[in-house]
């Protein structure tokens, strides 16, 4: 157990729809970083909060958004959702914002779109 | 650019050892990774180097970077079936983020 809770598990909608992913980081941990994972662009990082601000950003479609909440934890929204945003949403967390922070990541949220 | 390349499938005997490689082309990076994961599972963090290092030894998992070449590789002792898994190498700790960048990933098939 790395510490990083991830709810829903599992998710199932349809195209159009919009969705919120949750992530609460490990106690003490400052950054939450947004991960996707599909069959056909593997694992690729989406986006990363520092202390609730954004601090990288990734290979997020104008469509998602995210935002970290003074408690720390993440919320990650997907809108007008497509076929091909079907994939494993991981998120993990580090200590700081950089300098090679190890990240933990949670055991992610498996979205289907139908 | 970022990119981190592995190849995707390594096959090998239960008690052999297992040798995944990577290579990556952000030469900035200050870590490498390498995570595991299992089916249906979240990403565990196997190990890591500091990219001024050469070799990392943890139990059975060895890490070898050539920063040269730009070659990373993990190298399994003693393989047995329930390390059979998906592997990613990823990098990561560039300045003022530690956003990962993760390779293909290797799919580790063990057989009796």
């Known amino acids: 157990d790395s510490g990083v809770t991830q709810t829903p598990k599992h998710l199932i909608t349809a195209t159009g729809q919009r969705v919120t992913l949750r992530c609460s980081p490990r106690?003490?941990?400052?950054?939450v970083y947004w991960y996707q994972q599909s069959l056909d662009q593997g694992l690729q990082f989406l986006i990363q909060?520092?202390?609730?601000?954004?601090?990288a950003k990734g290979n997020i479609l104008e469509r998602f958004s995210a935002q970290q909440f003074p408690d720390l934890h993440s919320e990650l929204n997907l809108s007008s959702l497509e076929l091909g945003d079907s994939a494993l949403y991981f998120c993990?967390?580090?200590?700081?914002?950089?300098?090679?922070?190890?990240?933990?990541f949670g055991p992610g949220t498996r979205l289907t779109v139908l | 650019g970022e990119d981190v390349e592995q190849s995707l499938f390594l096959s090998v005997r239960e008690g052999d050892s297992s040798v995944i490689n990577c290579t990556y082309t952000d030469s900035s990076s200050t870590y490498l990774y390498w995570y595991k994961q299992e089916p249906g599972a979240g990403l565990q963090l196997l190990t890591y180097i500091f990219s001024n290092m050469d070799m990392k030894q943890d139990q059975r998992l060895t890490v070898l970077l050539n920063k040269k070449d730009k070659h990373l590789s993990l190298r399994i002792a003693d393989t047995q079936t329930g390390d059979s898994a998906i592997y990613f190498c990823a990098e990561g700790g560039g300045y003022n983020t530690d956003k990962l960048i993760f390779g293909t990933g290797t799919r580790l098939q063990v057989f009796p």
């Open positions: 909060y520092y202390n609730g601000e954004e601090r």
């Open positions: 993990a967390s580090s200590v700081g914002q950089g300098d090679g922070d190890t990240q933990y």
């Open positions: 106690s003490g941990d400052l950054s």
